[in-house]
Structure formats: structure tokens, C-alpha cells
């Protein structure tokens, strides 16, 4: 999370304020100009914007820094950023 912390505070209004938008124009605007939009302010972090999230409203992250992908989610009444879970190989394949 040290990594992410200087990002995480960097971004979360912009997030904020892109999700209540969101929420009003879901209908009518393409999320993928919401990850335009993100992946500009996330640069200079060197963070990779890969994935938009419609419900919640967040999005994937990548960066040479952390070992695997991370989410960024804005929720009702807070923020979540957490680790993608790797997938786990199953134990029936060889």
C-alpha cells in the first residue's frame, strides 16, 4: 500500500467526482471517455488505467511497481482500493 497511497490521494477526487457523473449520464456518455480522462492524471504516477468498472464505478490498475493488478472502487460512502486476486489454478488441471 506505499505505493499506492501517493496515487490513491492524488486521484480520489477526480474518481469522486467522475462517478457521481457517472451516475447521472451512464445512459448517455461512453465510460470509456471516463478512462481517457483518468489515464491522463494517472500518468504521472505511472499507473496504467486497463479496465473501466460500471457498478461500482472505479476502474484497473496496473503499475511496474506493484506485482499485480489493482482496483480502485467508489462505493456509497467510501473508496475502495484493494489487490485483483490472481487466478488460482485448479486442482482437477495437469
Known sequence: MDVVRPFFDAIRDLACRLADRWRDESEY?????YRKVLQEACTPFNVQVTRMLRRPFG???T???LPQPWAMKILARRI?????????RSRMSA
Do not use: G, H, L, Y
Open 29 to 33: 456518455e461512453d465510460i470509456e471517455e
Open 59 to 61: 476502474f484497473v490498475f
Open 63 to 65: 503499475t511496474p511497481a
Open 80 to 88: 475502495r482500493c484493494e489487490p485483483i486476486p490472481t487466478a488460482r
